[in-house]
């Protein structure tokens, strides 16, 4: 049997407070009672109380004992642009994407606030793909890396454990749809602040040579040992 309440008067002497009942509920087993309770309360509480021993009793999982995520990274060429006075206010002029590098702090910042643009949401929770890949997918963080001097849109991805090859087919896709019209649409409508003026950085570009490579293909594309083309 699992109660729970609260404590009338229970500040700052437990010893002298009320326990008012809320809810009961029985169970089964003292496995079933305490899984359940794990399961409702979290694991910081069965910390809180003290109960690492009931946990492992109950066979549940210690936090000595989780795993670290399996962290993959997807790499993709950034467009950036400039306003171009010759248009009007919404075109912009492409330019050559080594500028990049010299701003890179002020980008990254700026992706970090279009990241928390929508609160605290992990973009992860935007994901309705297969359930097989939700259940795998703990979060999806946009962010840029410096690869040889050159700036490149990087997303990582931390998982429960690795995807099949149509898994991560599918969030590639996903992630190309981010890029495209999701995050990175409104992500390159605003400008982003610098010495050099107003840069406006697509992690999206519709040519041939645009791509989207996990770490691995990405390592390839670099050294020139495989032609690598581009994604639609």
């Not at 809180?48 to 795993?67: H, T």
């Not at 041939?208 to 770490?215: E, V």
Request: net charge negative; glycine share 10%; proline share 5%.
């Amino acid at each position: 049997m699992i109660t729970a309440g609260s404590y009338e008067g229970a500040f700052p002497t437990v010893d002298k407070a009320y326990f008012e009942p809320e809810l009961s509920k029985q169970f089964s087993s003292f496995d079933a009672a305490i899984k359940n309770l794990y399961e409702l309360c979290g694991e910081d509480f069965m910390d809180e109380v003290n109960m690492p021993d009931i946990g492992e009793y109950a066979g549940l999982p210690q936090k000595n004992d989780l795993s670290e995520p399996i962290r993959t990274k997807f790499y993709c060429p950034l467009t950036v642009g400039i306003d171009d006075p010759e248009e009007n206010e919404f075109e912009y002029a492409e330019t050559d994407p080594s500028i990049l590098a010299s701003h890179e702090d002020i980008i990254r910042d700026a992706v970090e606030a279009e990241t928390h643009r929508g609160g605290d949401k992990d973009m992860s929770e935007y994901f309705h793909g297969s359930e097989d890949v939700r259940e795998k997918l703990i979060s999806a963080r946009w962010d840029i890396e410096n690869v040889g001097g050159t700036v490149y849109g990087c997303i990582h991805a931390d998982l429960t454990e690795p995807l099949t090859e149509d898994e991560k087919e599918e969030l590639r896709g996903w992630i190309l749809g981010q890029n495209s019209d999701g995050w990175g649409e409104g992500f390159e409508q605003r400008p982003v602040t610098t010495p050099d003026g107003d840069l406006y950085i697509s992690f999206w570009d519709s040519g041939d040579d645009y791509f989207l490579l996990d770490d691995e293909e990405f390592e390839q594309h670099l050294s020139g040992s495989q032609q690598m083309g581009g994604y639609e």
